[in-house]
């Protein structure tokens, strides 16, 4: 038996239940995972609330940890017990243990935390993917990073910063604006006081930012001269199909922490018991940068 947090009918927080629950041995192609650290993101809220469909109930959830290799299922041959890992892969990260296909995984650099690995699989490959597949944000760029206080917009600037981009960042209070110049950004809008029409005298290049319903008007005015809009809704898995595909963001990213390029914001960390806490944190703007569940 291990402990986990699960779902059993969608709905707020309170629908998060922490208990025991059976695991078997780890499958053929799959291995077993002790978690040591949990990724708290948004995408867990929406399923959590039934926006996002889960396969069925109830489920485990949660998708992005580190941990440590304890058991191999048939066929594995390139893990072993004892190695350090981390992932993305749908749903099942809230536990203390799991198995999972080996092609999820990628091997932790001795210099990346648990901590940092469970942040990065899911926030990190994503702004690898915006920087580098999406949009190739090159020197000179003007970049506007909506909600740049939190775990995707705090990596976000200061990796655009590093490429030599102009950073221009939105945030929704003073505090949270202190802490997204402090991690890259030129300028900072508070969206609740200033409008966006201040870029217009000279434009931007490119907007990355979050929907989580009607996407809002977008004023061509704002554009640079000569710029161009594109509109797209870009998934992880798009970007990431292969293996060599994971491994090329993962190595690209881990890179990226080691050279002092990017710096993991790990702000908020729960026991996994507290999920619920967790969700009505991060639901309430509470939060800033990372968050983790610790099993």
């Not at 799991?98 to 469970?118: F, M, S």
Request: aromatic share 8%; hydrophobic share 40%.
């Amino acid at each position: 038996m291990i402990k986990a947090v699960r779902v059993h009918q969608v709905g707020g927080p309170e629908a998060l239940v922490y208990e025991a629950v059976d695991l078997p041995p780890p499958g053929p192609g799959e291995i077993r995972i002790r978690q040591h650290a949990v990724g708290l993101n948004f995408i867990d809220v929406y399923y959590r609330t039934g926006l996002y469909k889960a396969p069925g109930l109830p489920f485990i959830a949660g998708n992005e940890a580190a941990g440590e290799v304890v058991a191999v299922g048939p066929g594995v041959t390139n893990f072993h017990p004892g190695d350090r890992v981390a992932y993305y892969h749908n749903l099942g990260a809230y536990a203390g243990e799991r198995n999972i296909p080996w092609e999820k995984l990628v091997k932790l650099p001795d210099h990346i935390t648990y901590e940092q690995g469970a942040v990065l699989m899911l926030k990190g490959l994503t702004v690898w993917y915006l920087l580098h597949k999406t949009f190739k944000v090159e020197p000179h760029h003007r970049v506007l990073v909506h909600a740049a206080a939190g775990g995707v917009g705090l990596l976000a600037c200061q990796w655009a910063r590093a490429l030599g981009a102009h950073v221009i960042g939105t945030v929704g209070s003073k505090a949270k604006a202190e802490l997204a110049l402090a991690n890259g950004c030129d300028h900072v809008i508070l969206y609740n006081e200033d409008s966006l029409s201040c870029l217009k005298p000279r434009g931007m290049f490119v907007s990355f930012g979050n929907a989580s319903g009607p996407v809002p008007p977008f004023a061509i005015a704002e554009l640079n001269s000569h710029g161009s809009l594109f509109a797209t809704r870009p998934k992880l898995n798009d970007y990431i199909g292969k293996r060599s595909e994971l491994l090329e963001g993962a190595d690209t990213l881990f890179a990226a922490v080691i050279n002092g390029k990017l710096h993991v914001p790990i702000n908020h960390a729960y026991a996994l018991k507290d999920a619920a806490r967790a969700h009505i944190d991060l639901e309430s703007r509470n939060t800033t940068g990372a968050s983790i569940l610790k099993p």
